[in-house]
């Protein structure tokens, strides 16, 4: 979203205009799906002219691509790794980071787990590139667990790459589950095991008391 | 699926007509969404008319509704509920069956989900009608949870309808974003983490070790 300058680009500075494109198709692709939004509908929504878009992305698909690879990818960096960077307990960093989940995320979905849906079993392409971008999540978040051992906060015999795939896709399945059905209840089910399972796999327990909060 | 009878029917039986329709709509959605099939499409693979598929379905989203009520939610009974019934143990049958989930679901999706994903933007009675048979499974689940707290199974504290929404939301999702990613490792990542879980919220334990099978 940070990368939508409203200013209107005059000069040809291709980076800015790229942003600007991408930054548009971001938000219309979130609200309506990629199928769900023409070129026409994306140009609009920027200072530039159609032929300035096909500059830049010859067909549909290579902006589709472009926004896996050039802003879903650092979304993810920014939203769920770069928190985590430094912290003393980073099992904690990614229970906190879940707990403040945006409104725009129970209201849309995941951005990335919205093409996954809805272009995996259509394009190949999108699904590579999809693909590629759950595994770079993934084993950002194991690289962090393993941080999370070297410092004595893990049980021993816990596998670091499935509980990395568990992390990533339970939440992200939530998200795609709760996305329209409207289920704020099931968000706190969500966090709250969550921190079960995480106190099940680190040595020193989380802050809470595994009874949860609720009965 | 074993609603599909193949041999012709041709005595005006509405009830085997419907289940017929119904069974040809299902696995047709299953594999091409909701909006990628035709009510052409589904009278092609059955024995009837058009006109007879429009004397039970009026409009497609008639027939849409009645694949939730009529084929979805007994399914969900079928595969997840009825086989816990009378298990001693319905926290390690919850687990079994996980553990047996055929190819069909990792290959198409859950036809819950992939109906979530696909029609709860769009239409609000699909919502309605998919929330519904969500809540219900989520309460199903957690009837039996209830049962294993009643046989003293379950850790004191544990919020059983919290832990319900957890169980049915986790798999449902991770159905949801193994779907086209192809990456069956995924899976016994959530089934060796959701037994991580169940051991923290159960007094006795799962079988296995909580550390889980691999390093």
Redesign the interface.
């Known amino acids: 979203m940070k990368q939508k300058p409203k200013a209107p680009i005059k000069k040809r500075d291709l980076k800015l205009t790229r942003q600007e494109i991408l930054g548009a198709a971001f938000l219309l692709v979130l609200e309506h ?1 990629f199928q769900g939004v023409s070129i026409d509908d994306i140009v609009k929504k920027t200072s530039l002219t159609k032929g300035a878009l096909f500059h830049q992305f010859p067909t549909k698909l290579d902006l589709g691509y472009a926004l896996v690879d050039e802003v879903i990818r650092p979304l993810i960096v920014q939203r769920w790794i770069e928190p985590l960077e430094g912290l003393a307990d980073p099992l904690q960093g990614i229970l906190d980071l879940i707990g403040t989940c945006p409104a725009s995320i129970l209201r849309w979905g995941c951005p990335l ?2 093409l ?3 272009m ?2 259509l394009d190949p392409v999108f ?1 590579k590139k ?2 590629s971008a ?1 595994a770079f999540w993934v084993s950002e978040i194991e690289r962090h667990l393993l941080r999370a051992r070297a410092a004595g906060l893990l ?5 670091t ?3 990395a ?2 992390i990533v ?15 704020p ?2 968000y ?3 966090l ?3 921190k ?2 995480f ?3 680190s040595k020193t327990g989380a802050k809470d ?4 909060s ?2």
């Open positions: 799906g787990n919205n996954v849906q809805e995996t079993p699904r999809l693909q759950l049980k021993k015999g816990i596998d790459k499935e509980a795939y568990f896709m339970a939440h992200e399945g939530f998200y795609g589950m709760m996305k329209g059905l409207g289920k209840v099931a706190q089910a969500l709250n095991s969550l079960i399972y106190q099940a796999i008391d595994a009874s949860g609720h009965e």
